[in-house]
């Protein structure tokens, strides 16, 4: 079964430089969420699409962005990068559909992830 | 806002043998989901099993279940016949039964499988 691709596996940038973390969610899903896991940390949620809107926002930081496009891939846009940006970043995927019950949307499927270091 | 505490940061259990995680939580809301998600060293974050807050009955998943009690809001996770591959970092998660879907994660438990 197709998953959810996130590229690339890993990054190494430097401070002040910007980064673009890519994902594709699995076919149909239509919900896309950005997590945060620093070294030694749970992930922490930074964002959230449905249907290419902003459905939610957590703590992320105004440096940077995201969004999803028509094909329901999203991209995590960071500038002016710090060595505290260094960690895992997740993307997940879900469906409102995925069992037939509107509200059983529970069908988090994760990515395996993009660790960025900032050096 | 709603908050995860797993409060063993590691534990250790011989090969075979049965283990039990901890997780409380808290929250106002009366719906609402919860998981166990497991990552091991590939860093993968993989789902072992989740919860529905309605249900009364405690789920179950192969070696592993889990034992709800709502009142208390504690959702503990059972591993049987503990194997190798069972090595990872554990986390206790919860979502919101519509509204925000976040996962507000525990700071997860570290869990070791002696052979």
């Known amino acids: 079964a197709a998953g959810v691709i996130q590229s690339p596996r890993h990054l190494i940038k430097e401070k002040r430089e910007t980064a673009t973390l890519k994902c594709y969610p699995i076919p149909r899903h239509d919900t896309v969420y950005w997590y945060q896991q620093g070294p030694g940390q749970d992930p922490q949620f930074l964002i959230s699409?449905?249907?290419?809107?902003?459905?939610d926002k957590g703590s992320i930081p105004d440096r940077f962005s995201a969004q999803q496009f028509s094909d329901y891939h999203s991209e995590l846009n960071m500038s002016s990068l710090e060595l505290g940006d260094s960690a895992l970043y997740f993307c997940?995927?879900?469906?409102?559909?995925?069992?037939?019950?509107?509200?059983?949307?529970?069908?988090?499927?994760f990515g395996s992830g993009t660790r960025l270091t900032v050096v | 806002a709603q908050t995860v505490t797993q409060s063993q940061p590691e534990m250790s259990v011989q090969e075979a043998e049965t283990v039990t995680l901890s997780c409380t939580y808290d929250t106002s809301e009366s719906d609402y989901y919860l998981f166990w998600y497991k990552q091991p060293p590939s860093r993968q974050m993989i789902l072992v099993i989740r919860?529905?807050?309605?249900?009364?009955q405690n789920a179950t998943e192969n070696r592993f279940s889990v034992n709800f009690q709502k009142a208390a809001k504690s959702f503990s996770l059972k591993i049987s016949d503990s194997q190798l591959g069972d090595a990872a970092m554990y986390f206790c998660?919860?979502?919101?039964?519509?509204?925000?879907?976040?996962?507000?994660f525990g700071k997860g438990t570290k869990l070791t499988v002696n052979p």
């Open positions: 699409f449905y249907e290419k809107m902003q459905s």
């Open positions: 998660a919860y979502r919101s039964w519509g509204g925000s879907e976040k996962l507000v």
């Open positions: 997940a995927s879900s469906s409102i559909y995925e069992t037939g019950d509107t509200k059983a949307n529970y069908g988090y499927t």
């Open positions: 919860q529905e807050a309605y249900k009364q």
